[in-house]
């Protein structure tokens, strides 16, 4: 009886031994993954023949300028673009060249589209100086499932660092400018100015808790469709260090998109929204919406981020010859009467941005 009880305990427990075995090799080595689609757009700069035009009993709505992008952007679950100007109230007031400030029913109607990644660091940061900074940095930080980066009302603010999650991936902005135009900011925090040693200090507080890092650059020579020596170098860098996405701003025209090693880098988007002259070949009102999937697979307790799907379309600032009627349309919506050559323009545009890489897919 003794030998009959010992081998039904040793195959029950063998038994239990195997199941246990089974359902480790289940769980534990069938990968998940999960997808976010970020969608990235350029400059909003946002001069008085836009707001003016904007401007409609007693209000002004920027909503149905961007209507012909609404069906582009609507189901991307990031959205990202550069506030070139300084959101102001009606106390602080509205201006133009050189020093532009807007109104916030602009950054409202951004929050209304979806934009939920906002670079603030860039040459018109300063603009308004100090009433500038904390009228746009209030008026952000009152959305809080939107992360903005590059512009901070304390320093306590900017040495936090800024991570959120959707769908299981966890993601971070952290945005820079090689500009001010020559104007001083009495500290450290209102605008973030490119350094090294910055960028490596940012880097560290994120790494290893965010699993993507996005980082704006605010950066090379205006109306130049060719990056410089300089974004070249610090492109290489941010890859360097571990950046995800390298998302260029500030030429105001569209320069190419390229990988280095496994770091997007995007150049420059151009302008989203500008109503900057359309004697140059148009170069000044065509921007560029670059969209790529973010996908993050996981075995175990060891997680992969991969970029795929990377794909781009063109977009038009239309208005009037009298700057009325402002609209932003993709190509794949124009006619000769809205864009005279425009399948040459789309062309010739869709070429600077495949001219590092012609495997870039463009709509």
Sequence with gaps: MKKIFILTICFFLCACDTQVFKNVTVDEYVPTSTK?????????????????????DGKYDFRKMFEPLVSEISSSDLLFYNQETVLTDQKLGFSGYPLFTTPQDFGMTMV???????????????????????????????????????????????????????????YTLLSY????????????????????????????????????ILVSMHWGEEY????????????????????????????????PIEWIDDTLVIYSLGNLISSQSTKDDYAR??????????????????????????????????????NKNFSIIPFSKLDESLLVDYKTLKIKYDSIVKSFDNSIMTK
């Excluded at 970020?38 to 904007?54: C, E, F, R």
């Excluded at 901070?152 to 603010?157: D, G, L, M, R, Y």
């Excluded at 490119?194 to 560290?204: A, G, I, L």
């Excluded at 060719?226 to 569209?254: C, F, R």
Aim: net charge negative; hydrophobic share 30%.
């Design 177 to 212: 400018t090689t500009s001010t135009n020559n104007l001083k900011s009495p500290n450290d925090y209102y605008v973030n100015i490119y350094t090294p040693e910055r960028v490596k200090r940012d880097f560290e507080k994120v790494q290893n808790k965010a699993d993507v």
């Design 285 to 322: 009102r065509i921007g560029l919406l670059a969209n790529v999937d973010i996908i993050k697979t996981t075995v175990e307790d060891r997680s992969e981020i991969k970029l795929t799907n990377l794909n781009t379309q063109l977009v038009y600032t239309y208005s009037k010859v009298d």
């Design 36 to 56: 976010l689609t970020l969608t990235m757009t350029g400059d909003a700069l946002v001069s008085p023949n836009i707001y003016k035009d904007a401007y409609k």
């Design 224 to 255: 130049r469709h060719i990056p410089t020596s300089d974004q070249k170098e610090i492109a290489k860098y941010l890859s360097s260090l571990g950046a995800n996405i390298v998302i260029g701003t500030h030429p105001h025209v569209i320069e």
């Design 112 to 170: 209304n589209l979806g934009f939920n990644l906002v670079n603030l660091a860039n040459n018109h940061t300063l603009d308004k100086g100090e009433k500038g900074i904390f009228a746009t940095c209030n008026f952000w930080n009152s959305f809080p499932g939107i992360m903005t980066g590059g512009s901070s009302c304390t320093k306590e603010e900017s040495e936090t660092p800024k991570i959120m999650e959707m769908d299981g991936i966890t």
